[in-house]
């Protein structure tokens, strides 16, 4: 996974920012949909577990919305961006608790 981070981290900072989340996605246009998970849930599950835990959780989902919604507002003041990711911060972390709540069966988060 290290390997692909390193590879669609255009710029070298060592930050994803949407485009190369996308560009790197779009560069697995031909793998299977399993394999396109697999890197995905790689990309998330930070302590290599297997798993994803309600903070992994959190920050695949803000990932998802973020790229859902397309790049950051533009245009705004300071003070609006900030509102802007605490709604979207709130928006996660309900979601979060909600999905855990359906799918963790046996109640270890």
Do not use: C, W
């Not at 779009?26 to 890197?39: Q, T, V």
């Amino acid at each position: 996974m290290i390997v692909f981070f390193y590879y669609i981290d255009y710029n070298y900072n060592g930050l994803l920012d949407y485009d190369e989340v996308l560009g790197g996605f779009l560069s697995l246009g031909n793998a299977s949909i399993e394999k396109k998970i697999k890197i995905a849930f790689g990309l998330y599950d930070r302590d290599n577990n297997g798993y994803l835990d309600f903070h992994e959780l959190v920050i695949f989902l803000r990932s998802f919305i973020r790229i859902s919604q397309g790049k950051r507002p533009k245009g705004l003041t300071t003070k609006q961006l900030n509102e802007f990711e605490v709604e979207i911060d709130l928006l996660t972390k309900s979601l979060a608790e909600s999905v855990f709540k359906e799918i963790d069966l046996d109640g270890n988060n």
